[in-house]
């Protein structure tokens, strides 16, 4: 499976953006999609998860601001931001997992990154 994020840019603090994930080729048996985000010189972070059921986690201090999303028909997981601060800059990167059977080993794949800047 591939996944292009796309969606990010530059946006003043207090403004919103959504990113989006597309998930291509081979999409059978993917399961959880997510977002994670990394600034420079620091580990990648996690950001939100949905299951292919619908679950969603956050990280707690974006629990409110930040809201993900996904359309199974569309092979496609979302972030909507909200109320965007200055420290929220990174690349935000997209992840699925993905197993094509129970006894199947699990598969990682990550997004190539987007670039979120908020300005103060």
């Known amino acids: 499976v591939q996944l292009q994020a796309s969606g990010g840019g530059l946006v003043q603090a207090g403004g919103s953006l959504r990113l989006s994930c597309v998930a291509s080729?081979?999409?059978?048996?993917?399961?959880?999609m997510a977002w994670y985000r990394q600034t420079p010189g620091n580990q990648r972070e996690f950001v939100a998860r949905?299951?292919?059921?619908?679950?969603?986690s956050y990280t707690d201090s974006l629990k409110g601001r930040f809201t993900i999303a996904r359309d199974n028909a569309k092979n496609t997981v979302y972030l909507q931001m909200n109320s965007l601060k200055p420290e929220d800059t990174a690349v935000y990167y997209c992840?699925?997992?993905?197993?094509?059977?129970?006894?199947?080993?699990?598969?990682?794949?990550w997004g190539q990154g987007t670039q979120v800047t908020v300005s103060s």
């Open positions: 992840y699925a997992d993905q197993r094509v059977c129970i006894e199947c080993p699990q598969f990682e794949t």
């Open positions: 080729g081979r999409t059978r048996g993917i399961d959880n």
């Open positions: 949905i299951s292919s059921g619908g679950s969603t």
